[in-house]
């Protein structure tokens, strides 16, 4: 017997596709970006908290490129792209999910032009790439709070010490 591709796939579109698909999501939309290497309960508060600011979420996620670019350490990431992404469509609280190869999300900001711009605590609001713009064109701006105190990086620090 066949079994069908879970639908949360049809979330992960090229940047080139944004525009079409998020003409059809309900608004605010609200934009979020990040590596989300290793899923954890961090993340996924994030962003069930960043979704309740709007109508509909898309999430940025980091290239395999632009992840070592940040300097998390030479094995990272963890989870190529395509895995990354799956797990994150896979969300209830995630829209649609794509991706950018640049240092920041910059331009995916300025062409999806969100009503609601999020990032993690560790972001004071006007350090979040695209803040300036989403403000001037009456959006707004969110640094969520962090209420898990988990990440990634220690997660794996835990990990390597086991062996």
């Not at 639908?7 to 309900?26: M, S, W």
């Not at 979020?32 to 309960?41: Q, S």
């Not at 991706?99 to 004071?124: H, N, S």
Request: charged share 20%; proline share 7%.
């Amino acid at each position: 017997m066949a079994y069908p591709l879970p639908t949360f796939e049809d979330k992960c579109i090229p940047p080139d596709e944004l525009a079409a698909r998020i003409a059809a999501l309900p608004r605010p939309l609200v934009f979020t970006n990040g590596c989300f290497d290793i899923l954890h309960r961090g993340h996924v508060t994030y962003l069930a908290q960043a979704r309740a600011l709007g109508a509909s979420l898309v999430v940025a996620l980091n290239t395999d490129a632009s992840v070592r670019r940040q300097g998390k350490g030479d094995d990272r990431p963890i989870n190529a792209l395509t895995e990354r992404a799956a797990v994150i469509a896979a969300l209830a609280s995630v829209d649609l999910v794509t991706w950018f190869d640049a240092d920041t999300p910059y331009e995916l900001i300025l062409a999806c032009r969100p009503d609601v711009l999020v990032k993690g605590g560790d972001w004071p609001v006007e350090r979040i790439v695209g803040s300036h713009e989403v403000l001037e064109w009456g959006g707004t701006v969110h640094s969520i709070p962090f209420l898990h105190q988990t990440s990634t990086t220690t997660t794996l620090q835990r990990i390597r010490t086991l062996k």
